[in-house]
């Protein structure tokens, strides 16, 4: 079984007998669930029946952490080979290192992890500076991705270093450092778009209430708002005034056609 960042495949090699025809393979496993559940059935996996190749891809087929059995069958032609049986547990092969991505949160480290299999565990050291000597460990379960270390020290640099580890007891190897500076219980990202939204609305609905009053005011209630005010002494001397306007007469306007008529006699 070749085992990569728990990607399992399944290989084996040529019978010695002769044929003269292309050798064909047939895969199937069986798991706790099928000896116990099933009276000790064989599965067969689905894209290894009758296949050239001398390997097949059992990833998906092996799904839990139990104990399983494999075996390989050769046919050549109408003859059939006996069973060869392998014994494999996905738990007795090392998880490769995990994926971690480390952020800050006011005075707070955020530790995301991404790992494989997603029933591992993860081990978490923090460390401030350079005292790697003196980490503490934290304890991720299976269930959980993400760890918050809260009350750390405001402009300090911490390093943080993440392995995942199997029931049966193997692990990973660890990440590589990786180290932030804590910026401090500063105002969170969301509140300064937060309060930009909604100095926007409260802006909104003041001009909606003023140019609804001014629409429906009543015409007593609004001359109390907007009263005329008297004219200054220098300006009342100026209305009373009274300008006389002359007609002048009208001219009078011979008819053109008759002009026209005129000239043409």
């Known amino acids: 079984m070749d085992s990569a960042n728990m990607r399992h495949v399944l290989r084996w090699t040529q019978p010695k007998a002769s044929c003269n025809t292309t050798l064909l393979y047939s895969v199937q496993y069986q798991g706790e669930f099928e000896l116990h559940v099933k009276n000790g059935r064989w599965m067969k996996t689905p894209d290894c029946q009758r296949i050239a190749l001398a390997h097949c891809d059992l990833t998906l087929d092996l799904g839990s952490d139990s104990d399983y059995s494999l075996r390989v069958q050769a046919q050549c032609g109408s003859k059939l080979s006996v069973w060869a049986k392998f014994q494999f547990n996905r738990n007795?092969?090392?998880?490769p290192v995990p994926e971690i991505k480390v952020t800050t949160a006011g005075d707070a480290l955020l530790v995301s992890v991404r790992k494989f299999p997603l029933?591992?565990?993860t081990r978490v050291k923090v460390w401030k500076n350079d005292g790697e000597q003196q980490a503490e460990d934290y304890s991720l379960p299976a269930d959980q991705e993400a760890l918050k270390?809260?009350?750390?020290q405001e402009g300090a640099v911490y390093c943080v270093r993440a392995q995942v580890f199997l029931k049966s007891g193997m692990q990973s190897g660890y990440t590589d450092r990786h180290c932030v500076s804590i910026t401090g219980p500063g105002a969170?990202?969301?509140?300064?778009?937060t309060a930009v939204t909604v100095t926007v609305v409260i802006m909104l609905g003041l001009l909606?209430?003023?140019f609804w009053s001014v629409i429906h005011c009543p015409p007593g209630s609004c001359q109390k708002f907007f009263q005329k005010e008297p004219l200054p002494p220098s300006l009342k001397e100026i209305s009373g005034l009274q300008i006389t306007i002359h007609h002048q007469g009208e001219e009078l306007c011979e008819d053109t056609p008759r002009l026209l008529s005129a000239a043409q006699t």
């Open 119 to 121: 029933t591992a565990a």
């Open 208 to 210: 909606v209430v003023l």
């Open 92 to 95: 007795n092969v090392t998880p």
């Open 188 to 193: 969170p990202a969301w509140k300064q778009p």
């Open 149 to 152: 270390v809260p009350d750390l």
